[in-house]
């Protein structure tokens, strides 16, 4: 019997809403793919027809929430706002999207979004990772005119800036204070010293 | 180099590879008196944005660690007219101090310490101290969004009608913008910067370690007391809930007939880091000065000044631990407004008690006089200090007095007068008679505070009747 679509695409949703309570009460690690599969009531083979693996199985789960996120900044963008505070916004809100994913957002991000692995072990993270840069340059270049007019945010400006997200996320993830709010503190500051650290990208014009 | 501070080996090294300074001239200050004076009159925080506000408690580490060696260098030169001051090193302390700049109230305190010292304070260090405020990193709107919905539980456009997106003042620790509730009503709502208070007492505790060498010396004791102070006031400050529970607690003293107001707090919209209170429109004093008021009008509130500070203190059991011209707005309508309750200090029994002693030496004099010297000096006794000693403390509480003794109003103009308070108080702190109680630290900088006020407004004012009225009174049991 040949599957329809849209029951692949149930399939997939029941794969990925299974998945994320089990990583909520087990714990990234400790969950199985036969435990997934086992949950979402299909065969253990199948899985892998959805998902490469568990990592990416993960990895879909906050990218999804990630995108969402990321359209809820886009509708509510702050009118002229400096740099600083346009980058808050936007990370402040995918912090906000991911927070049903909290508890094991560390564990998924170690392999997922690791800076240290050679090859992309994600594919999801990765296309994460380039499309979040490529709204980011947009933004470092909108807020600096100097630096459209050159060859735009230097290399070491977008690791800097992204070495930067992934400190927040890991920080974020293990803060226990009260709603998280020092890895508000953490971001707000870090993003200041980012924001500072660009006036030698040529910015002449004095923007903040 | 002592073996306490190897405990803190990180602040050692750095106190070790300090480099040692030059000798030169004291820079003396004989103004005391003025600092005094500044002091209560200290600029309202206007929230001045900087931009690049950077946290660092290693900053402060450092800077702990020049203050330490440079109040070292003051205790063992003592003996010399001169104590050893390094200007460039000093001037690097100020500059790391001003990194701490959310320590206002702390290093003030530390300032007012350090004034105790005589020929120690240098210039600079006391200019320096003065615009040290409570600033807390400014925050813009999205983060202030996230803070909303961290400690209310709701988007900002859903719990309010209207938001200025731009600060119209500073708080400690925070700031404060105007907005408009659905029903209309015009509110201030002061956000606190996130993560402040664990900062704050982590470098305050870097301070402590650092200051340990102190122990040492004489002085240490009522330091330590004093340090004890600057962190319960700054737990208080922290947390807005308790500032909430106190401005409730203020707003039940005062009906309409008082024409003094306390703004009422919408415990909906509180938390401990977020405190929603009614919008006073008036003006603090410089402003309401600017405007040329007449005679009467600045007798009128200094009146109010007078009757609300009585009001509080006997039937409230609290005062302003920290007043300053912030904390009253004088309002078009002719009603005295009070603000900013997060620095107020409760009287225990003790305390309370301390107040009714006062006013009881204060009308008969004699042995209860005696009494009054020796609690607030700290002493079993009143024989326990010299001659000398006792009769300063005596004439500068005559000189408290004198308004409260004096029928009807009394003009509070009086330069003469003023300026024998600033005598006595330098006087005393001179002598380094400093050491004394947190509660009586309250009420010098209480009176003092409030007399300077009602000297700048020029007002003339009944103390004795709005005193003896109110003591006369009682405390007021809270339901």
């Given at each position: 019997m040949r599957i329809t679509a849209k029951a692949k695409q149930e399939t997939r949703l029941k794969l990925l809403s299974c998945a994320h309570k089990l990583f909520l009460k087990k714990g990234f690690e400790a969950t199985t793919t036969r435990d997934v599969v086992a949950a979402a009531g299909i065969a253990t083979g199948t899985l892998f027809n959805y998902f490469a693996s568990k990592e990416a199985l993960a990895m879909t789960l906050l990218a999804d929430a990630l995108e969402q996120g990321r359209e809820a900044w886009d509708e509510r963008r702050p009118q002229a706002s400096t740099l600083d505070e346009t980058l808050f916004a936007l990370i402040a809100a995918l912090l906000r999207s991911l927070a049903p994913h909290r508890s094991y957002v560390g564990d998924v991000m170690a392999t997922a979004m690791s800076p240290f692995t050679r090859d992309a072990v994600s594919h999801e993270g990765d296309a994460f990772r380039v499309d979040h840069l490529a709204i980011v340059r947009e933004l470092l270049l909108e807020s600096r005119p100097a630096l459209a007019a050159g060859p735009g945010p230097s290399f070491v400006s977008m690791h800097l800036y992204w070495t930067l997200f992934l400190g927040v996320l890991a920080f974020w993830s293990s803060d226990d204070s009260p709603q998280q709010q020092d890895s508000l503190a953490v971001l707000d500051q870090s993003l200041k010293l980012f924001a500072t650290s660009l006036q030698g990208d040529g910015a002449t014009d004095g923007q903040p | 180099m002592t073996t306490d501070l190897a405990r803190t080996p990180d602040v050692a090294d750095l106190i070790a590879a300090l480099p040692e300074g030059v000798d030169q001239p004291p820079m003396q200050t004989d103004e005391l008196a003025s600092y005094l004076a500044r002091l209560a009159l200290r600029p309202i925080p206007t929230g001045r944005l900087s931009r690049f506000w950077i946290l660092s408690s290693l900053q402060a580490k450092v800077a702990a660690a020049y203050l330490a060696w440079w109040l070292r260098k003051g205790f063992v030169s003592k003996e010399k007219a001169a104590a050893a001051l390094n200007e460039t090193h000093l001037k690097a302390a100020l500059e790391l101090l001003g990194s701490m700049s959310y320590l206002r109230g702390a290093v003030m305190k530390m300032g007012q310490t350090l004034a105790?010292?005589?020929?120690?304070?240098?210039?600079?260090?006391?200019?320096?101290?003065?615009?040290?405020?409570?600033?807390?990193?400014?925050?813009?709107?999205?983060?202030?969004?996230?803070?909303?919905?961290a400690e209310l539980g709701g988007e900002v456009e859903e719990l309010f009608a209207e938001f200025d997106t731009e600060a119209f003042?500073?708080?400690?620790?925070?700031?404060?913008?105007?907005?408009?509730?659905?029903?209309?009503?015009?509110?201030?709502?002061?956000?606190?910067?996130?993560?402040?208070?664990?900062?704050?007492?982590?470098?305050?505790?870097?301070?402590?370690?650092?200051?340990?060498?102190?122990?040492?010396?004489?002085?240490?004791?009522?330091?330590?007391?004093?340090?004890?102070?600057?962190?319960?006031?700054?737990?208080?400050?922290?947390?807005?809930?308790?500032?909430?529970?106190?401005?409730?607690?203020?707003?039940?003293?005062?009906?309409?007939?008082?024409?003094?107001?306390?703004?009422?707090?919408?415990?909906?919209?509180?938390?401990?880091?977020?405190?929603?209170?009614?919008?006073?429109?008036?003006?603090?004093?410089?402003?309401?000065?600017?405007?040329?008021?007449?005679?009467?009008?600045?007798?009128?509130?200094?009146?109010?000044?007078?009757?609300?500070?009585?009001?509080?203190?006997?039937?409230?059991?609290?005062?302003?631990?920290?007043?300053?011209?912030?904390?009253?707005?004088?309002?078009?309508?002719g009603r005295l407004g009070l603000l900013d309750f997060g620095c107020i200090a409760k009287l225990d029994g003790d305390q309370a008690e301390y107040t009714r002693l006062a006013g009881r030496a204060m009308r008969e004099g004699g042995a209860t006089m005696d009494e009054l010297v020796a609690q607030s000096t700290n002493s079993k006794d009143v024989s326990e200090l010299t001659p000398e000693h006792r009769q300063l403390i005596i004439d500068l509480c005559d000189w408290l007095w004198i308004p409260m003794r004096h029928s009807g109003p009394f003009d509070f103009a009086?330069?003469?007068?003023?300026?024998?308070?600033?005598?006595?108080?330098?006087?005393?702190?001179?002598?380094?008679?400093?050491?004394?109680?947190?509660?009586?630290?309250?009420?010098?900088?209480?009176?003092?505070?409030?007399?300077?006020?009602?000297?700048?407004?020029?007002?003339?004012?009944?103390?004795?009747?709005?005193?003896?009225?109110?003591?006369?009174?009682?405390?007021?049991?809270?339901?």
């Open positions: - | 105790n010292l005589p020929n120690v304070v240098p210039q600079e260090f006391v200019e320096a101290l003065k615009v040290l405020h409570f600033e807390a990193p400014p925050m813009h709107f999205s983060l202030l969004r996230e803070l909303v919905h003042a500073a708080a400690s620790l925070g700031q404060v913008h105007r907005a408009r509730l659905h029903d209309g009503r015009e509110v201030a709502v002061k956000i606190q910067y996130p993560n402040i208070a664990r900062s704050i007492h982590a470098d305050l505790a870097n301070m402590a370690a650092v200051l340990t060498p102190m122990r040492l010396t004489g002085g240490w004791a009522n330091l330590r007391e004093q340090f004890d102070d600057i962190r319960t006031m700054l737990d208080q400050e922290m947390d807005y809930v308790q500032e909430a529970a106190m401005q409730e607690r203020a707003r039940a003293l005062f009906d309409d007939n008082d024409r003094i107001v306390v703004p009422a707090v919408h415990q909906e919209l509180s938390s401990e880091r977020v405190l929603t209170t009614d919008l006073l429109v008036g003006q603090h004093l410089p402003a309401f000065l600017a405007d040329s008021p007449s005679q009467a009008d600045r007798d009128h509130f200094g009146q109010l000044l007078v009757n609300s500070t009585f009001r509080l203190m006997y039937r409230g059991e609290m005062c302003y631990a920290d007043p300053h011209p912030g904390n009253y707005l004088f309002l078009g309508d009086d330069p003469d007068y003023f300026q024998r308070g600033v005598d006595l108080t330098t006087e005393v702190m001179r002598k380094r008679y400093t050491q004394s109680r947190p509660v009586n630290t309250w009420f010098n900088r209480l009176f003092y505070g409030v007399r300077a006020m009602l000297h700048h407004l020029g007002a003339r004012a009944d103390m004795r009747a709005a005193e003896e009225r109110e003591c006369s009174l009682g405390p007021v049991i809270p339901e």
